[in-house]
């Protein structure tokens, strides 16, 4: 039986308390947006676990389209999700648009974590496929990416649980 079970409720709300605080002076959480910062952080560290892949740094504070950049130059942009869909991307032309859509990354990771918030997948997907795949979020007025089957069988699939 896990410790955490004999916990009091109040004892339980403290403890996650002190766990963000952790996390937050270990860099792993810089913002309000938990599951986005979380996601980041495990991306990097995993992507730079791997041999065929070229390390990622986290992106300046206030970079628009991307979190992060690898040592090549290559921007990633980096979305976590319990889902089966992103956040959205900013800064597209609009659906129906006759200007082409300006290169604002080379990479997507998609982090998806379970319903209980454990990394299960990490997906690259190179800026074509996102044209690809990429969805309009209407009254957002953004794009986002749906995990369907297709682009799932189309991404490198980087970690998978």
């Not at 963000?20 to 560290?45: F, H, M, P, S, W």
């Not at 995993?46 to 041999?51: G, V």
């Not at 997507?108 to 997948?121: A, I, R």
Request: proline content about 2%.
């Amino acid at each position: 039986m896990s410790k955490i079970n004999n916990l009091t409720t109040e004892q339980l709300i403290e403890t996650y308390s002190d766990i963000i605080n952790q996390l937050k002076e270990r860099g792993v959480i810089r913002t309000k947006n938990l599951i986005g910062d979380l996601g980041e952080y495990l991306a990097i560290e995993h992507f730079n676990k791997l041999p065929n892949k070229s390390n990622l740094n986290i992106a300046p504070p206030g970079t628009k389209n991307i979190d992060a950049i690898s040592r090549n130059g290559e921007r990633y942009s980096i979305k976590s999700t319990t889902g089966n869909i992103t956040g959205v991307f900013y800064g597209l032309e609009d659906p129906g648009s006759e200007k082409k859509d300006t290169q604002k990354f080379e990479y997507v990771l998609v982090v998806m974590f379970s319903d209980n918030f454990k990394l299960d997948k990490i997906l690259e997907i190179d800026w074509n496929l996102f044209l690809k795949h990429k969805k309009w979020h209407g009254s957002i007025k953004a794009w986002n990416l749906s995990i369907t089957k297709a682009l799932l069988s189309e991404a490198e699939i980087v970690y998978q649980r």
